[in-house]
């Protein structure tokens, strides 16, 4: 089926869905498949389920004119997301960098959506399957869309660009994330400034933060650079303290107070505060989204359990983001500290050497409790003597539940699949 009939089809349903366990009343069902499923064996459960049209790939599966086939579900999937964005003549602003993309997304949707109606990814959606979904998902009335992209190797965010066709864009930083697929760090340069360079070659703007060296290099030969971080550009605000929660005083001298921890993050809120300076978007406004915003998903969190306060970064973790996360950590003024990290993954031949290198650097900051958690992690472990060590997260868990945290403030992170955050539940 071609891509404009397709359309026409999916102008007649209520949204897109790939999951049959999320189908509601009309949507467009599309089959995808992975290596441990056919989204073609559920399209009639889809139906059934109420879907009003469902794609798919597979002849076999065709009972009737409300299976639409394709040659693959996914390629489809994406050329109807890309035909949508052609329909949508509204600014596309993409994020993306090794760190902070979704809280700078989120920072930035609170920002502009006190002027626009805006739409920006869902959760984490910012990948081959997320970005065309979030397009499809853009309602017809939205002046202005925030679309994150995520990255494991090079030439990926190329390709969304393709789709989303972005006219504005941001990159947070280039670190040492997924070095594995990016073949280390000048491959994560190459890959995240494919946004850059398809915003050169399409008279884009982007929005760099100068005090990134490594930033201002990407940028470079680009006709509109709106910058920020430093005195005298665009947008310039004063970081107050971060003890835990981060002040600063706003570009028009307003003193905020957010929910937001670490000092790294004062570079999200700057980010989003120039986007919305670009986009005149009224000062006070822009400054109280940003004290509004409350992080939430394990990024960036400050909660209560019984008499000790955690520190809740477990969301990711890469060897870049983790230094931060520690260094940040080790200048709040808390007597009792304690560090419980997970293992870093996607790092390749990197990986021992860059957890032997985060136990070398706390090896030096006089946390009153150290603990490693993950096979990795026994690198760490190694450098740093002090550290308690657990080889996984069922012998941490069993360690946990029988800890006396007393007033501790304690940080937890680490990367995704190790998900720290299930010792908290296990706690309570």
């Not at 005090?211 to 006709?223: Q, T």
């Not at 920020?228 to 310039?236: I, P, Q, W």
């Not at 990367?415 to 010792?423: D, N």
Request: proline residues 2%; aromatic residues 8%; neutral net charge.
């Amino acid at each position: 089926m071609q891509t404009e009939l397709l359309y026409k089809c999916f102008r007649e349903c209520n949204g897109v869905s790939t999951d049959t366990r999320q189908i509601t009343k009309d949507v467009m069902f599309v089959a995808l498949k992975g290596a441990n499923f056919n989204g073609n064996l559920f399209a009639e459960e889809a139906l059934n389920k109420g879907a009003r049209y469902v794609v798919i790939d597979e002849a076999q599966y065709k009972k009737d004119d409300r299976y639409l086939l394709v040659e693959d579900g996914l390629s489809a999937l994406q050329a109807l997301a890309q035909f949508r964005r052609k329909q949508l003549n509204i600014p596309f602003i993409a994020i993306t960098g090794s760190n902070g993309k979704t809280t700078t997304k989120e920072l930035l949707n609170a920002v502009l959506s006190k002027k626009f109606k805006t739409y920006a990814t869902k959760g984490n959606l910012n990948n081959h399957i997320g970005i065309p979904l979030t397009i499809l998902a853009i309602p017809d009335n939205t002046e202005m869309a925030i679309i994150e992209m995520g990255a494991n190797h090079q030439k990926e965010i190329e390709g969304y660009c393709v789709i989303a066709a972005p006219t504005h864009g941001l990159i947070t930083n280039v670190g040492k994330a997924h070095l594995e697929g990016f073949g280390g760090f000048e491959g994560v340069k190459k890959g995240k400034g494919e946004l850059f360079a398809f915003l050169k070659a399409n008279n884009g703007v982007v929005f760099v933060n100068t005090s990134n060296a490594h930033l201002m290099e990407m940028s470079a030969g680009i006709s509109t650079v709106v910058k920020y971080g430093s005195s005298g550009d665009t947008y310039a605000a004063k970081l107050l303290q971060a003890d835990p929660f981060i002040r600063f005083v706003a570009e028009n001298g307003e003193e905020v107070t957010t929910r937001l921890i670490g000092e790294y993050n004062f570079e999200n809120i700057s980010a989003a505060l120039c986007v919305g300076k670009y986009f005149n978007v009224e000062a006070n406004a822009a400054n109280a989204a940003i004290a509004e915003y409350d992080p939430q998903n394990n990024r960036s969190q400050v909660v209560q359990y019984g008499t000790a306060r955690v520190v809740l970064d477990a969301y990711n973790a890469n060897p870049s983001s983790m230094k931060a996360a520690i260094e940040n950590f080790a200048k709040l003024p808390y007597e009792e500290k304690w560090v419980i990290l997970g293992d870093m993954f996607e790092l390749g031949d990197e990986a021992l050497s860059e957890h032997k290198a985060l136990g070398a650097l706390l090896s030096g900051i006089p946390f009153t409790k150290i603990i490693l958690c993950g096979k990795n992690m026994s690198a760490a472990a190694e450098a740093c003597k002090s550290a308690l060590y657990f080889a996984d997260k069922a012998a941490l868990e069993s360690w946990f539940k029988t800890a006396s945290l007393g007033s501790a403030t304690i940080l937890l992170k680490g990367s995704r699949g190790m998900k720290l955050e299930s010792i908290l539940e296990e706690k309570k």
